[in-house]
């Protein structure tokens, strides 16, 4: 019986050992793979650290092109406030003027203010002009010759109509 019990013990010391030996491989393959994830060679760690670069940088832009867009769109909406109130403002100035330049106020500051009256029809005269006003061109006889010359041939174009 001693060597049964003796058996018995070699097999489960030689089951225990064959599973810590199963776990431990176990183990060490774990190790293996998080060592494997997390080891970048420099070329793939520069490659990570420039495409991350570069997208930060796109989405900056992106941001600050957002941001632009914004500011113009308040400042337009402010400049357009502004020109209304101007457009406003324009249109009752010209009311005011068009009211002041009335005819009947114009007659009334120039009666009061300047002293001005209308006047009567007894105080127009009409005045008569006996010679018609035509003026008359009167040719220069002493012209030399080169211009007589080109009178004469500017004469004969328009006669041959070139």
């Not at 491989?25 to 994830?37: H, L, P, S, V």
Request: no cysteine; proline share 1%.
């Amino acid at each position: 019986m001693a060597e049964l019990h003796h058996a018995e013990d070699n097999l489960a010391v030689r089951l225990h050992y064959e599973e810590n030996d199963k776990e431990d491989k176990r183990t060490a393959a774990r190790d293996r793979k998080r060592k494997g994830i997390f080891r970048i060679s420099p070329l793939e760690l520069i490659a990570w650290v420039v495409l991350i670069t570069v997208a930060l940088a796109l989405m900056g832009s992106y941001i600050f092109g957002r941001v632009e867009i914004s500011r113009l769109y308040s400042e337009r909406a402010q400049l357009e406030s502004k020109l209304a109130v101007i457009e406003n403002e324009n249109i009752s100035m010209e009311s005011e003027i068009a009211a002041k330049m009335n005819v009947t106020k114009v007659e009334d500051y120039a009666k009061n203010n300047l002293g001005l009256q209308k006047l009567d029809k007894l105080q127009i005269q009409y005045i008569e002009v006996e010679t018609p006003s035509v003026a008359e061109v009167k040719e220069n006889d002493s012209e030399d010759i080169f211009v007589k010359i080109k009178h004469r041939l500017d004469v004969l174009k328009e006669y041959l109509g070139l």
